[in-house]
């Protein structure tokens, strides 16, 4: 009886690790779609090359990025502190929009960054507008 259970036992992991292998490991890294927009306010929010771990390369974990909290159960993120990274001598006008991608998005820190005002979400793309 023994003998069977640990077959039995033997068998089981042995098919866990086969579908392991061929579906692929679950990942620990942020969700690919939030990484993604996170590299779209990169070249807005980057004085002094600041955010230069933010790592272009697929797959890269962002959870681990400066400036960057993530939930450790849905890898999503909620927590994005920007402060002091985008400061010039005149304001400019930030779209909001740009943060619709974080939709688990809790706290938001963009202090120091001289945004005189945010602009609505257009039918079109438009990132930023200096004025």
């Known amino acids: 009886m023994l003998m069977e259970f640990k077959w039995v036992w033997f068998i089981r ?3 866990l690790s086969v579908f392991l292998l061929l579906e692929g490991t679950p990942t620990n890294a942020c969700l690919e779609h939030e990484r993604i927009a996170l590299l779209q306010l990169k070249p807005f929010f980057n004085r002094h090359n600041r955010l230069s771990g ?6 890269s974990d962002c959870c681990q990025w400066k ?3 993530c939930n450790i ?3 999503r993120l909620i927590g ?3 402060n002091s990274t985008k400061y ?3 304001g400019w006008y930030l ?9 688990e998005l809790k706290s938001l820190y963009l202090s120091r960054n001289v945004i005189s005002s945010c602009i609505e979400n257009e039918d079109h793309f438009v990132p930023l507008i200096y004025p």
């Not at 933010?54 to 797959?59: N, T």
């Not at 909001?96 to 991608?101: G, V």
């Open 13 to 15: 992991i042995a098919v």
């Open 54 to 59: 933010w790592d272009e390369v697929k797959g």
């Open 67 to 69: 400036g960057i909290e």
């Open 73 to 75: 159960t849905t890898r």
């Open 80 to 82: 994005l502190s920007l």
């Open 88 to 90: 010039s001598g005149e």
């Open 95 to 103: 779209n909001a929009s740009l943060f619709l991608p974080f939709v």
